[in-house]
């Protein structure tokens, strides 16, 4: 076994409960647990609870949060700043205390990038003095243990107080209510695409009207605020550059995490053009976009995890005639009420073979006949779902434990 060093920002007690937590996490992941980040993480908090403030010092630290985009975010920006040396992240999207913890103990990257769950970004922001959030989105998500947006808005405003500057979304007035805490801002436009979460003011209750590329509440002075950054169509333009975004991931909700990312990284001395060009390697982001091929199928998977994520998917959906398979759990990570449903449009997926499969495949059946689509077949799992289409591309959409369960059938 090779010798660790301690690491210099760290006490001997730190460096030593960093070993062993990385010794717990390879122990767990030989044995088949899974969960190896978080573990590690575990154990090094358990041994040293203040081990995130150490290891944050004297590293330029950067935070990604948002109910949707942080993991792709992270990978984007962390992949912009390995063109100018290494960067430490969560890439394994371990995104709470523990994975918070493992991340910033391995290795000695002085740039290190952090997903961070939204319920944890104050806390955060309290273990390490400068880090920079970037600030990509609120939406509904998961409330039997998310609060509502609103509140969520609130925490962070008053976590930012003081924060030197913030990457943020300047189409989502929720975002924009929690960024002006912040003694600076980088304001960027992504596009206003979900509004249903929105039309509310995250500040005084009244009512936000959006028009086109703009929105502000009628009722106090919260408006949105002039972009730096900008898309026009698949070009980002700001401060001096216009930058194509030829990506490998599919759909304008891509475009839009890498418009955040490319706003962060230049800050960071990296310049538009290259950051663009190593975001443009990434093909696939913990198993999101992953294709999977058999003999008679191409199948493309994409995960989608509440009202927002849902709109986006099916709008990169239905760029192409392929057929889908839908498939919805309600259990655990999920969330256990699916009544959401409601509020996606299923009706542009008229017209394509459709299946559907998961525990909560019934409430997606009733919800699509709800939208005239009544020709659709149900199947045990994602498999059998895509076995019983048309040879060729298919994409399956699927919530967490969906997820996670048709990588696994698919990858069989």
């Known amino acids: 076994m090779t010798t660790q060093v301690r690491h210099p920002r760290a006490s001997l007690r730190v460096s030593a409960a960093a070993r062993l ?33 150490q290891l944050g010092r004297e590293r330029t630290v950067t935070l990604v949060s948002g109910t949707n985009g942080k993991t792709t975010t992270t990978a984007y920006v962390a992949a912009a700043l390995r063109t100018a040396g290494p960067v430490a992240t969560n890439a394994d999207g371990a995104n709470t205390r523990a994975g918070l913890a493992a991340a910033l103990s391995h290795g000695d990257a002085r740039r290190v990038v952090l997903e ?31 609060h509502e947006v609103a509140h969520v808005a609130r925490a962070w405003h008053q976590a930012l107080q003081g924060t030197r500057h913030v990457i943020a979304n300047a189409d989502d007035p929720a975002i924009v209510m929690a960024a002006l805490a912040a003694e600076e801002q980088t304001w960027v436009a992504t596009g206003t695409r979900w509004t249903m979460d929105s039309r509310v003011c995250p500040r005084c209750g009244g009512s936000c009207e ?6 502000r509440c009628s009722a ?13 169509g698949d070009t980002l333009v700001g401060e001096g550059h216009r930058v194509p975004l030829e990506l490998s991931l ?54 989608a995890k509440n009202p927002a994520s849902w709109a986006e998917s099916l709008k990169t959906v239905i760029t192409s005639p392929d057929p889908v398979v839908l498939a919805f759990n309600s259990e655990g990570v999920d969330g256990r009420d699916p009544s959401w449903l409601y509020d996606v449009p299923f009706a542009g997926l008229a017209g394509r073979p459709l299946v559907v499969t998961g525990k909560r495949s019934t409430d997606m059946l009733v919800r699509l006949e709800m939208d005239g689509l ?33 990588r696994k059938v698919l990858s069989a």
């Open 21 to 53: 937590g990385r010794v717990a996490a390879i122990a767990s992941r030989r044995l088949g647990l899974g969960g190896g980040g978080i573990v590690g993480g575990r154990v090094l908090l358990a041994l040293a609870p203040d081990a995130v403030r």
């Open 116 to 146: 961070t769950d939204e319920g944890w970004v104050p806390w955060l922001m309290t273990q390490i003095p400068g880090i920079t959030p970037v600030l990509l989105n609120l939406s509904r998500d998961q409330l039997h243990r998310h």
């Open 210 to 215: 959006h028009h086109e590329d703009d929105w």
């Open 220 to 232: 106090c002075d919260l408006h949105r605020p002039t972009p730096q950054w900008w898309l026009e």
């Open 250 to 303: 599919p759909g304008p909700v891509n475009r839009a995490n890498a418009a955040m990312a490319v706003a962060a990284t230049a800050r960071l001395g990296v310049a538009p053009e290259d950051a663009v060009a190593a975001m443009r390697q990434i093909r696939d982001v913990v198993g999101r976009y992953d294709v999977f091929v058999s003999q008679s199928h191409q199948a493309r998977l994409l995960l």
């Open 374 to 406: 009544s020709d659709v077949r149900e199947a045990p799992d994602a498999a059998a779902a895509v076995a019983m289409l048309p040879p060729g591309a298919v994409t399956v959409v699927a919530n967490y434990t969906a997820f996670q369960e048709a």
